[in-house]
């Protein structure tokens, strides 16, 4: 069966982030070090709580204050938990390879609402993708059932005519009990490999 429609992950395959640096960027703003901030993000779920859409921007940003202690910009927040991610510049190409050639592009990513509009104004990566399906819109995270359903909605074929792509093994797994076709995102070198394999040819330039 022909692949129709890839489902790309974001983070560390479209663009690489770094939570650390999220954390001691925040701790910078409010006189906290990057682990206690750490832990108050995503020891606490709030992290997972925002990414899910349960909670706004504006009330992400009264909870971290409570949770600092400290008062903070509301702008100033979004700039330190956000500006964490570099283009993968390298997997421009084998979206645009496949674009050109038809195929249905489709995000499938944990992430918040901060994070997808930081990467949108950042890059325009994201303007190949024809949908995209993210937690908080979802109302769920991988490997949630929800998340992947809506990206099956997304596919606009069946399962089996879908190609998946993350970082994440578990999140490999899931979409595979899905007959979803998936493979663990290691680099674009590889992810290449694992089209040419399928009878797709796409090159580094």
């Known amino acids: 069966m022909p692949i129709r429609t890839f489902f790309f992950d974001m ?13 001691e960027q925040i701790g910078a703003l409010c006189e906290h070090d990057g682990p206690s901030v750490w832990e108050k993000l995503f ?14 921007e504006a009330e992400m ?43 249905r592009l489709v995000l499938l990513s944990n992430t918040s609402i901060s994070h997808l509009n930081w990467v949108r104004q950042e890059y325009d990566v994201l303007d190949r993708f024809d949908h995209l399906v993210t937690s908080y819109a979802a109302g769920a995270i991988k490997p949630e059932p929800p998340i992947f359903e809506a990206a099956l909605a997304a ?24 007959d979803i076709d998936a493979e663990v995102f290691t680099d ?12 797709i040819d796409v090159e580094l330039p």
């Open 155 to 178: 596919a606009e074929c069946e399962p089996g005519e879908c190609f998946y792509t993350d970082d994440i093994a578990e999140y490999v797994e899931a979409a595979r009990t899905y």
């Open 11 to 23: 983070g560390n395959v479209l663009v690489h982030f770094s939570h650390e640096r999220m954390c």
């Open 43 to 56: 020891g606490t779920g709030l992290q997972h709580d925002f990414e899910r859409g349960r909670i706004s």
């Open 188 to 199: 674009t070198e590889a992810l290449i490999g694992h089209l040419q394999s399928r009878g």
């Open 61 to 103: 940003h009264q909870r971290m204050e409570s949770a600092v202690g400290r008062t903070m910009d509301f702008d100033a927040l979004v700039l330190a938990s956000s500006d964490i991610f570099t283009l993968n510049e390298s997997i421009v190409p084998v979206l645009d390879t496949l674009k050109s050639r038809g195929h």
